[in-house]
């Protein structure tokens, strides 16, 4: 058991550098392609967030663990809004003035629905997983546009990323970097993938929570620096932007990609338990960040209340096992 449990924790560790080696020199490569900031932060810096998911539920889709693939991906979701969102807004209440994110919104929760209708059958198969890619690449085209329309350039998230991306990166020192990333993204996905079963299996409990928990929290830890830090930073949009676009691209990107690797049979405690979990807590998001009078806003008592969503869901996952 010290073997797996030695192996999630650099597994964890290990994902976290690489995830941040490879946003920098992905952005770095884009920046000296002459991107606009803007558009490196709705696409390259929210997939690079989300690449531990991707591989992770991958890797797991792979080798047959759909549970540890399914788990990964809602419970990341649950973790972005509950814990994450949570904490940021206990330490520094978010203001939303993005006209992006505020459309991002609606697009996470149809994204959503669309997901749902086709796990009601009981399965993620290879033309759904085709389907959620398809899916993914519209909304990458989307973003793009977003970013490039003229509307969108004076967006105050325009001017967040603006300060946040790498511009003293040579493209050497930038393509290093992004091969590095990537290779040690991939290592360190299955290290922890497999510390991950042999622990579920030395425990008996199933891989489903195991993706819902451990593995979805060691796989978000990206998204819990770039959220924390941009609020630290005073940059509210982009801490908001991270943890929407990441969502919509677990479902599209996580989801799709494991399901076109390998047909996933869905447990139905995911559409009893996990996955309305979740939309419960994307429509508090809705509700608190839109903004439906006004600029949108979540204080320290709304990231209080998503904290405590969030250990209600991990104690009832805990009950859930010993039933």
């Known amino acids: 058991m010290l073997n797996e449990l030695l192996a999630v924790a650099g597994g964890f560790a290990l994902l976290t550098w690489s995830a941040d080696r490879f946003v920098v ?11 606009s900031p803007l558009i490196i932060g709705l696409t390259i810096v929210s997939i690079g967030t989300s690449a531990p998911e991707i591989l ?4 797991a889709a792979w080798q047959g663990n759909s549970g540890l693939a399914v788990g990964n991906a809602l419970g990341s979701n649950i973790i972005n809004m509950g814990l994450i969102l949570g904490l940021t807004a206990l330490i520094a209440p978010l203001n939303v003035h993005s006209s992006i994110v505020k459309r991002e919104l609606p697009v996470l929760l149809v994204v959503m629905s669309a997901t749902l209708l086709l796990l009601m059958d009981g399965a993620l198969g290879r033309l759904d997983g085709t389907l959620l890619l398809t899916g993914m690449a519209v909304m990458l085209i989307w973003v793009v546009h977003l970013g490039r329309t003229k509307q969108t350039p004076t967006d105050p998230m325009g001017e ?4 946040e991306i790498p511009t003293n990166v040579g493209m050497s020192s930038a393509i290093f970097w992004l091969v590095v990333g990537g290779v040690c993204l991939l290592g360190s996905s299955r290290l922890l993938v497999w510390g991950a079963v042999s622990i579920a299996q030395a425990m008996g409990v199933s891989d489903l929570v195991i993706g819902l928990t451990i593995v979805a929290l060691g796989t978000s830890l990206p998204e819990l620096a770039a959220s924390v830090m ?8 982009i801490a908001l932007g ?11 990107a996580v989801l799709g990609l494991a399901g076109a690797i390998h047909p996933i049979v869905i447990d139905a405690v995911v559409l009893t338990r996990d996955y309305p979990f979740m939309v419960g807590l994307t429509l508090a998001l809705f509700v608190m960040a839109y903004g439906f009078r006004g600029p949108g806003r979540i204080n320290r008592i709304e990231g209080a209340i998503l904290i405590l969503a969030f250990c209600a869901y991990q104690t ?8």
């Open 25 to 35: 020199g992905a952005s770095a490569v884009a920046y000296n392609l002459k991107v």
């Open 56 to 59: 992770v539920s991958a890797i």
């Open 160 to 163: 967040e990323f603006a300060e």
């Open 230 to 237: 941009s609020a630290i930073k005073n940059e509210h949009d």
């Open 242 to 252: 991270n943890i929407i676009g990441s969502n919509i691209f677990n479902l599209l």
């Open 316 to 323: 009832l996952l805990y009950f859930s096992e010993l039933a």
